[in-house]
């Protein structure tokens, strides 16, 4: 268990509205991750960060920014949602000094309509 | 560049059985390989996780992989399948030491099933 708090945990939105999803870690981890999960794709992976201020695009960034003012939190934005992007988010985190293990949030639902 | 393909979608065992998950990896750099589980609408635990060392790797739960670098594969296995085990399984490699050591690549999971 790595200290991860993500909020909210469910949310639905209207299309075209912004959405700030929240994730907070109490652990100290350099490396913070979004990921969303969809039927029939497993976890595919939106930004990364590796360290405050520094992040970059993962395989799915389309539609998304993030940001990381302070290690322990990272946000993720959908500037305006939608439908498309009805999913489960993830964060996570890496424990570089336990051979680079991933940690995982709860989950934040997230509803288009 | 890495890569996971997990060969069948869904499995379904009965109680007691052997349990047998298939995970088969490419990567560029040597990897370190991951089995996390996920119950229903929860985040994913990880199970086990092979960083170079031992071959044979024993996680939570009763599971254990074995690394086989000559076959490209990290299966997941069990004995005995317990009814508590029905879950969601997901095989992910990483980088270990390589350009692409910053991110996890996933499977698209397993889901297991398993019958009385």
């Known amino acids: 268990d790595a200290g991860i708090t993500q909020s909210p945990r469910h949310k639905v939105t209207e299309t075209g509205t912004p959405v700030t999803l929240r994730c907070h870690q109490t652990?100290?981890?350099?490396?913070m991750y979004w990921y969303r999960q969809d039927p029939g794709h497993g976890l595919r992976l939106i930004h990364y960060?590796?360290?405050?201020?520094?992040?970059d695009k993962g395989e799915v960034s389309d539609g998304y920014s993030v940001s990381r003012s302070k290690t322990e939190d990272f946000l993720l934005t959908l500037e305006s949602a939608t439908s498309s992007q009805t999913s489960v988010y993830f964060c996570?985190?890496?424990?570089?000094?336990?051979?680079?293990?991933?940690?995982f949030g709860e989950g934040s639902w997230l509803t288009v309509v | 560049a890495q890569s996971v393909t997990q060969l069948g979608s869904h499995v379904s065992v009965s109680e007691g059985a052997l349990v047998l998950l298939r995970c088969n990896y490419s990567?560029?750099?040597?990897?370190?390989l991951f089995w996390y589980v996920q119950y229903p609408n929860q985040g994913l635990q990880l199970l086990l996780k092979?960083?170079?060392?031992?071959?044979l790797v024993k996680g939570i739960n009763g599971f254990e992989a074995e690394f086989k670098k000559s076959e490209t594969s990290f299966h997941l296995t069990k004995p005995s399948a317990h009814m508590s085990d029905a879950a969601e399984y997901f095989c992910?490699?990483?980088?270990?030491?390589?350009?692409?050591?910053?991110?996890?690549?996933f499977g698209k999971g397993t889901l297991l099933t398993v019958n009385p």
């Open positions: 992910a490699v990483s980088g270990g030491s390589g350009g692409s050591n910053y991110k996890l690549t």
């Open positions: 960060s590796y360290g405050v201020k520094d992040t």
């Open positions: 996570a985190t890496k424990d570089t000094s336990s051979g680079n293990t991933i940690y």
């Open positions: 652990e100290n981890h350099r490396y």
């Open positions: 092979y960083t170079s060392a031992a071959t």
């Open positions: 990567s560029s750099v040597p990897p370190y």
